[in-house]
């Protein structure tokens, strides 16, 4: 065990310095404007850097095969310790949070969920800003590192079904983990450069144009400004938002396999379901829609880009969905669960799960009625054991739990029931607003206390690590 | 199928006689109190009687074999068909009811639910409050009857875990369940009888004890006063409540094994849990709750008897517990998921499914951290098949999408957010009380729209049948 802590803190510590020589970015941006608050961003890049240049320095050398209980630690050391070691900018630069809001915002940035306590960011100097981007742009590559190659291998919530080769479990997989990695970050950068042309093209500010990009491929949602994308009146910037949060909800897997040159690249099932729902939803939106402009060109945009920014969880808003008539919070709410597709930056309980949960209960109904048939279960055309099929089932089940129990410890520190069931929801979901008068899309986290603040990061953190992973660290066995 | 059908309505018919001649007892109770509207009873009852009378002749003599294809179409027929069929003493009688609400009344009765459209309990007739009462006492029956023969001969939800012998399934059926009905009936009789003596001795009137014993005991909790459980101001009245409420969450089973003189009743761990929990949130309770009088003796009354009313799904209420602070609400949402044991009136996923689930969650973490270490499932000291936890969680999963559907559709009719959601979960878990200004504990379902009581009433049939039944009937291989 302490081998493979040590081995983990190393590797930890390693992403720490990197994170801070990114804080360089914001004194840098700052310097340019000739914001005087830019020693800050230094100082805090120096006090970070040189704590985990300790750290690594102390833990040099230390290695670790790469069983599951490494894989446990390590991916539990980097998301529950970086994002509380990176709270310098927001501390002591011009945002000056307190230290639990500041928790929640960096939490907030790494696991791309997108909710803030930052009201008057049209205001905030633009080194605050890049920040807030950078974190959730940096926190994009975790997750896709995460999902594409540690959760398979962990085999947690079913994702092996999207193992890229079926001997992931083997020696090969850091070789191979490499060479995943790289071209998951040529496609990640090339999809953001992408983004940005796109949104400048349709009149954003080269500023907000690298901004939002940062923030939509990574899912995110933070923007520079308190009206979000609301605050761009060009439609064709909702429609170019809207594509590229549906690019970055699908598996990146597809890309990879694409810039591999792989043969036979499979249309896997949740792709289309996912496009499915984008476009159900929306219908169903546009019939309910209640008050003006039921049928504009713009509130047409509005009403694709929401259900994409909520169901891909970015978090964006083009304007306040739950004064849509009263269909539009519970369809919201619902959608919170859905969640992009496996192997993106969205979090939720993911389309492939939706599926699986569906076609088990299919295969339920079909043993009530013939109790000696034999129905096998399937995902797309092929046949699917089905243990991983319990697995993403497990795994749906324990979401409900921590929903459950986060509500519980919200309501307990006072909050109105709506704020805890909708709060905890969006957290663990990584999706961004809330609902209700206190966290709902028109409004911020700012009004809750601190230690709700510090609640919800935690949950934000055990959504993105898909839960079970954390919950590992409570089992015994790990520790023996 | 045509026999099958035919067949089915035969025995609805049959039950739909007995209930004709049950409407006798409010025009017998009215005559006896001089009210005038006893011949609207008669008249209900006489044409409830002849319709189905009609039917019956027609059908006279049509049998089918005990297939799972007859037992689910029996058990939708009888749940759907009948409860339409018999709300004439709410329509013709004084309570004057229109045709959906009358629908929704008479469904959470059989359902024994709980939730009313009727306000001014105190000043109705007493013929139109026993007919409640007796809705809710004869669906008692009905549950324990579905609960303990019929759902676990189908194989639905893990229930098969309590067959009361492992070769249930087989043709000696029919002999064992009328001997397993007839014990339901003797326990159910004497309980109520009981219960109705302590009330009676805690200073209710003899006609509130009657009523509200068989409430009690079919955990329906139609009272006969706008204050609930709150207008009796003995304390001693509601742990007599608590102790009964508390004994018709147990399983039927465990009486049926005493009076039948069984050897070793095995103690099942969902028995254990059940007191648990019960013993759990009311020590939250009492530490969270905030204002006057927290630690009376009325107030530890208060908190034993509504935790025990929502966690068996009755749904009296002693008092308006969500003003108890900020942390009652999210609490009592929760317990509206648990529900009582397995073989019990209570609704709700029941306790035995929160175990599996837990199992199962703990199994997948072991696995994730020694990915080839066996590790078997078991339920309380027996080794239990994986496949019979699977429907555990299939249900449950089932469960959590028609709880997503019916919040949506609620939603689109007009409802808020609080009550779409609360609505729908106390609907499907079949509790009584929602959360909120609209249908929470201290208000009815009167103010909502008549499309939307329709919605809660076919809600709370599905979740009686503990949806899977329900579901099957979608399925093309049942009408093959």
Redesign the interface.
């Known amino acids: 065990m302490g081998q493979d802590f040590r081995a983990a803190l190393h590797v930890t510590s390693v992403v720490g310095l990197i994170l801070a020589a990114a804080m360089f970015v914001p004194a840098l941006v700052n310097f340019g404007d000739g914001h005087d608050s830019w020693p800050d961003f230094a100082m805090a890049a120096l006090l970070t850097g040189l704590s985990w240049g300790m750290i690594a320095a102390a833990t040099h050398g230390a290695t670790a095969p790469f069983t599951?209980?490494f894989g446990?630690v390590l991916v539990n050391m980097l998301w529950w310790v970086l994002p509380v070691s990176v709270i310098g900018p927001l501390v002591l630069g011009p945002a000056q949070l307190s230290i639990p809001a500041a928790i929640f915002e960096t939490a907030s940035g790494f696991t791309t969920t997108g909710s803030t306590v930052i009201t008057g960011l049209d205001g905030l100097d633009h080194g605050t800003l890049v920040w807030r981007s950078l974190l959730q742009w940096f926190g994009g590559t975790g997750i896709l590192s995460l999902g594409l190659i540690v959760l398979p291998f962990?085999?947690?919530g079913g994702l092996q079904l999207f193992r890229l080769e079926s001997s992931d479990?083997s020696e090969k997989v850091l070789p191979r983990a490499a060479a995943i990695i790289r071209a998951i970050v040529v496609i990640y950068v090339g999809l953001t450069a992408a983004c940005a042309l796109g949104y400048r093209v349709t009149g954003m500010s080269p500023f907000d144009a690298i901004n939002h990009a940062m923030t939509t491929l990574s899912t995110g949602g933070f923007s520079t400004h308190d009206a979000s994308m609301g605050y761009f009146t060009n439609t064709a910037t909702l429609w170019v938002g809207s594509f590229f949060m549906a690019l970055a909800g699908l598996p990146f897997t597809l890309f990879v396999a694409l810039l591999l040159s792989r043969k036979n690249v499979r249309l896997d099932p949740q792709v289309i379901w996912f496009f499915a729902i984008i476009a159900a939803t929306t219908l169903i939106l546009l019939l309910?829609r209640s008050g003006d402009a039921v049928l504009s060109p713009r509130s047409l945009a509005e009403d694709v880009f929401n259900v994409i920014s909520v169901i891909t969880t970015t978090g964006f808003a083009a304007n306040d969905y739950t004064t849509w008539g009263?269909?539009a919070?519970?369809?919201f709410?619902?959608l919170t669960?859905f969640g992009g597709c496996a192997g993106s930056t969205a979090g939720g309980l993911k389309i492939y799960r939706l599926i699986v949960?569906w076609k088990?209960?299919?295969?339920?109904?079909?043993?009530?009625?013939?109790?000696h048939g034999v129905f096998p279960m399937r995902y797309g055309t092929e046949r699917i054991d089905?243990l991983i099929f319990?697995?993403a089932?497990?795994?749906?089940?324990?979401f409900?739990?921590f929903l459950?129990l986060t509500?519980?410890v919200?309501?307990?520190?006072?909050?109105?029931?709506?704020t805890?069931?909708s709060g905890a929801l969006t957290a663990l979901a990584n999706v961004g607003p809330g609902?209700?008068e206190v966290i709902g899309p028109a409004s911020t986290f700012k009004g809750l206390p601190s230690s709700s603040l510090l609640v919800l990061a935690a949950a934000m953190i055990v959504g993105r690590l898909e839960i079970?992973?954390v919950?590992?660290l409570f089992?015994r066995?790990?520790w023996r």
Chains 1, 2 share one sequence.
């Not at 209960?361 to 109790?371: D, Q």
């Not at 089932?393 to 324990?398: C, E, F, H, N, R």
């Open positions: 599951p209980r446990i962990l085999n947690v479990r309910f009263p269909l919070g519970p369809l709410f619902l669960f949960l088990m209960v299919r295969g339920a109904l079909k043993e009530l009625i013939h109790p089905p319990n697995a089932l497990v795994m749906s089940v324990s409900a739990g459950g509500t519980l919200l309501g307990a520190q006072g909050n109105d029931f709506v805890a069931l609902l209700g079970m992973v919950l590992a089992m066995q790990l």
